[in-house]
């Protein structure tokens, strides 16, 4: 028999000069990034929450607090891979991941398939179990007004149970 969990994460930060714009561990070119104690990645963070509440382990403020200095300027992609083997070590496995970035600036999807691949790498999955897509606030919100970029993710996590 196979249990199934599924979460669903969400991160916003706010873009601001002289900042890398990273999403998904790929940096875009823009002439602002986002806003964080860590590198800020919006991507990485809304699929490691959406990893962690399918097993009900919290979100990454728990685990990577931006009280903690330790995760000041912290790699995404390394906290996701601590994130996954927390899944791992309780004997669940990522599924897919799907996620939808909202920004109306730089364009996203000359970068997908970096960031799926750079995503499927830290979470030992194949680049088909990663879905990344973007679209627009059509110009409304902080989002529409390019003053930040948004992140939903939704994660499916499999285990195997010997009862």
Known sequence: MISL??????????????????????????????????????????????????????????????????????????LLEKVVALITERGWRVENVDAVILAEQPKMKPHLLAMRERLSQAMDVTVEQVSIKATTNEGMDAVGQQEAIAVYAVALLAKLNND
Do not use: C, E, K
């Open 5 to 78: 969990r599924i979460g669903n994460g969400y991160d916003l930060h706010r873009l601001v000069p002289r900042r890398p714009l990273i999403l998904g561990g790929v940096t875009l070119p823009h002439d602002r990034g986002l806003l964080g104690h860590s590198d800020a990645d919006a991507l990485t963070h809304a699929i490691m929450d959406a990893l962690l509440g399918a097993i009900a382990l919290g979100d990454i403020g728990h685990y990577f607090p931006p009280s903690d200095p330790q995760w000041a300027g912290a790699d995404s992609i390394l």
